[in-house]
């Protein structure tokens, strides 16, 4: 865990908070509001850009005009990695860019929420590339404007085990809380880079995201995935160890979650398109700079067992200063949809640098 050590105004109405059903968070369906529970506290002040030259340009580029601009952001809001959303909000990011912005809790599944953003129920949301692009192949009127950092997944398992590295999977069965899910697809690629079938030479076998542990413990697998916060809070338990991560080697420079928009706003309102995307790379940025104030915005949607110091290292470990936009996201893309190529997600006819010009829009062009 020591990667967590490298990488003013009113707060959050917690009243109102508890009145939106926060409890229910994790589990709310499409349709459950969140935005109106926060209290925007003006913009926010505290920002380097001069890290961050394209971001610091785009940011200055002027507002929209006129009544605020209302849309719905779809996200998870059990997902620590996405901590600069209500950042966004409270601290003022999307009033910043004249937007009124609504969240939609979603947990349905990913064709699900594809299909909610291309038909106009939503308007943008976020999610994991290695789940959103076998989905996208199919074509949603989908188009992914950003990615918005790494560093989600991470394989665990027991500290007295024989698994201390990826390679130590080749013959084992391992937990998933998800045989299609992002987390398997990233491990089984970095698997077939090492030589390793993830498809002969692992057994993966489908648990309960929140029982994944108990394999472990009852001696059923060797090792599971998980995401945070969960597996950060395991890993606070001495009798885990992490074996890999998305942050390890060459990945450590990509995004695995990614920003999508709908097709036609992109198309017929391209400043509002720019704008969404700008305020939130811009409350990445803030989240990178200000973890333990980012710790504090997300912390009514965090599992009661995390502290806010736990919500403060899971900021400070995911990469919140990389998101790329416009070829170097096209290169990502087409990165990961060669990945998924190898290990017989996308069919190997797929023209992976056709599908991620396809699937791309580069905002700030316009």
Known sequence: MNDEDKRGGRGLDRRHLLQAGLAAAFAAPLGALGAQAFVPRGIASGIDFSEF???????DAPALTGAPRKLKLSWNAGAVCLAPVPVAIEHGFFQ??????????????TDQ???????????????????????????????????????????????????????????KVVAVGDLAGPDKNFFSIQLAKLGIDPVKDVDWRAYPGNLLNVAVEKGEVQAFLSSDPLAYLWLKDTQYREVASNLDGEFREKSCCILGLRGSLVREEPQVARAITQALLDAAMFTSQNATIAAKSFQPYAPKAATLADIEGMVRYHTH?????????????????????????????????????????DVFAV
Not at 96 to 109: F, I, P
Not at 127 to 132: E, F, P, S, V
Not at 339 to 353: C, G, I, M
């Open 113 to 171: 929420l594809l299909e909610a953003i291309a038909t106009g129920k939503s308007d943008a949301g976020l999610g994991m590339a290695l789940r959103w692009l076998k989905p996208l192949e199919q074509g949603f009127d989908v188009k992914i404007a950003a990615g918005t950092h790494g560093g989600c997944m991470r394989v665990l398992s027991r500290a007295d085990s024989n698994v201390s590295k990826l390679a130590d999977l080749k013959g």
């Open 96 to 109: 910043k860019h004249n937007l009124d912005v609504e969240l939609v809790n979603y947990s349905g599944s």
């Open 53 to 59: 030259p394209l971001c610091r340009t785009a940011s």
């Open 321 to 361: 200063h990389h998101h790329p936009v416009g070829d170097v996201l096209k290169r990502e893309l087409k990165a990961y949809a060669d990945d998924l190529k190898s290990v017989q997600v996308f069919k190997p006819s797929t023209d992976t640098a056709k599908f991620a010009e396809r699937i791309y829009v």
